[in-house]
Nanobody, 122 residues
Framework: QVQLVESGGGLVQAGGSLRLSCAAS????????MGWFRQAPGKEREFVAG????????EYAGSVKGRFTISRDNVKSAVYLQMNSLKPEDTAVYYC???????????????WGQGTQVTVSS
Protein backbone atom coordinates (compact mmCIF):
# COMPACT_ATOMS: atom_id res chain seq x y z
CA GLN A 1 0.00 0.00 0.00
CA VAL A 2 1.39 3.34 -1.07
CA GLN A 3 1.67 5.88 1.71
CA LEU A 4 2.85 9.49 1.68
CA VAL A 5 3.25 11.23 5.03
CA GLU A 6 3.90 14.95 5.17
CA SER A 7 5.45 16.80 8.10
CA GLY A 8 6.94 20.17 8.90
CA GLY A 9 3.90 22.40 8.60
CA GLY A 10 3.00 24.97 11.20
CA LEU A 11 2.53 28.63 12.00
CA VAL A 12 5.16 31.15 10.92
CA GLN A 13 5.35 34.90 10.57
CA ALA A 14 5.57 36.55 7.19
CA GLY A 15 9.15 36.52 5.95
CA GLY A 16 9.93 33.33 7.82
CA SER A 17 10.82 29.86 6.58
CA LEU A 18 9.52 26.32 6.84
CA ARG A 19 10.74 23.02 5.47
CA LEU A 20 8.17 20.41 4.54
CA SER A 21 9.10 16.76 4.34
CA CYS A 22 7.31 13.85 2.73
CA ALA A 23 8.17 10.26 3.54
CA ALA A 24 7.06 7.74 0.92
CA SER A 25 6.55 4.04 1.39
CA UNK A 26 4.88 1.09 -0.26
CA UNK A 27 6.83 1.10 -3.50
CA UNK A 28 10.09 2.29 -5.00
CA UNK A 29 9.72 5.98 -5.76
CA UNK A 30 13.19 6.60 -7.12
CA UNK A 31 11.99 6.13 -10.71
CA UNK A 32 9.03 8.51 -10.44
CA UNK A 33 8.43 12.22 -10.34
CA MET A 34 7.17 13.78 -7.12
CA GLY A 35 5.88 17.15 -6.10
CA TRP A 36 3.79 19.42 -3.95
CA PHE A 37 0.35 20.95 -4.36
CA ARG A 38 -1.51 23.26 -2.03
CA GLN A 39 -5.08 24.28 -1.35
CA ALA A 40 -6.10 27.47 0.39
CA PRO A 41 -9.57 27.91 1.94
CA GLY A 42 -12.16 28.53 -0.74
CA LYS A 43 -9.68 27.98 -3.56
CA GLU A 44 -8.86 25.17 -5.92
CA ARG A 45 -5.91 22.92 -5.36
CA GLU A 46 -2.87 24.28 -7.21
CA PHE A 47 0.52 23.00 -8.30
CA VAL A 48 3.44 24.32 -6.26
CA ALA A 49 6.55 22.43 -7.34
CA GLY A 50 7.63 19.21 -9.03
CA UNK A 51 10.83 17.25 -9.37
CA UNK A 52 11.72 14.47 -11.78
CA UNK A 53 13.02 11.07 -10.75
CA UNK A 54 16.68 12.04 -10.68
CA UNK A 55 16.23 15.44 -9.08
CA UNK A 56 17.88 17.18 -12.01
CA UNK A 57 14.72 18.76 -13.36
CA UNK A 58 12.41 20.91 -11.26
CA GLU A 59 9.37 23.05 -11.99
CA TYR A 60 7.69 25.75 -9.90
CA ALA A 61 4.54 27.78 -9.89
CA GLY A 62 5.24 31.39 -10.74
CA SER A 63 3.99 32.53 -7.34
CA VAL A 64 6.70 30.58 -5.48
CA LYS A 65 9.61 30.66 -7.92
CA GLY A 66 12.71 32.07 -6.25
CA ARG A 67 11.32 31.48 -2.76
CA PHE A 68 10.64 27.73 -2.64
CA THR A 69 13.04 24.90 -3.42
CA ILE A 70 12.06 21.29 -3.99
CA SER A 71 14.52 18.46 -3.49
CA ARG A 72 14.48 14.71 -3.02
CA ASP A 73 16.49 11.91 -1.44
CA ASN A 74 15.87 8.66 -3.32
CA VAL A 75 17.75 6.62 -0.73
CA LYS A 76 15.28 7.77 1.92
CA SER A 77 12.29 7.84 -0.48
CA ALA A 78 11.65 11.39 0.60
CA VAL A 79 10.89 14.73 -0.99
CA TYR A 80 11.29 18.14 0.61
CA LEU A 81 10.01 21.66 0.09
CA GLN A 82 12.10 24.47 1.52
CA MET A 83 9.93 27.56 1.77
CA ASN A 84 11.58 30.93 2.37
CA SER A 85 10.25 34.48 2.46
CA LEU A 86 6.81 33.17 3.27
CA LYS A 87 3.79 35.37 2.65
CA PRO A 88 0.28 35.26 4.11
CA GLU A 89 -0.99 34.15 0.70
CA ASP A 90 1.11 30.99 1.06
CA THR A 91 -1.28 29.86 3.78
CA ALA A 92 -2.77 26.53 2.68
CA VAL A 93 -2.80 22.81 3.20
CA TYR A 94 0.23 21.40 1.40
CA TYR A 95 0.02 17.97 -0.20
CA CYS A 96 2.82 15.67 -1.23
CA UNK A 97 2.20 13.88 -4.51
CA UNK A 98 3.97 10.95 -6.14
CA UNK A 99 3.56 10.29 -9.83
CA UNK A 100 3.09 6.91 -11.46
CA UNK A 101 5.47 8.00 -14.21
CA UNK A 102 8.80 9.79 -14.41
CA UNK A 103 7.15 12.97 -15.72
CA UNK A 104 6.37 15.99 -13.55
CA UNK A 105 3.31 16.69 -15.70
CA UNK A 106 1.72 13.45 -14.47
CA UNK A 107 2.00 13.97 -10.73
CA UNK A 108 -1.54 15.29 -10.29
CA UNK A 109 -2.94 11.89 -11.23
CA UNK A 110 -0.63 9.98 -8.89
CA UNK A 111 -0.69 9.24 -5.18
CA TRP A 112 -1.56 11.92 -2.63
CA GLY A 113 -0.70 12.42 1.02
CA GLN A 114 -3.11 13.68 3.67
CA GLY A 115 -1.64 17.16 3.74
CA THR A 116 0.01 19.44 6.28
CA GLN A 117 -1.22 22.88 7.26
CA VAL A 118 0.98 25.91 6.69
CA THR A 119 -0.20 29.19 8.17
CA VAL A 120 1.65 32.44 7.58
CA SER A 121 0.67 35.35 9.78
CA SER A 122 1.07 38.96 8.71
Amino acid sequence: QVQLVESGGGLVQAGGSLRLSCAASGRTFSNYAMGWFRQAPGKEREFVAGINWSGIRTEYAGSVKGRFTISRDNVKSAVYLQMNSLKPEDTAVYYCVASTTSYIADIRSGYWGQGTQVTVSS
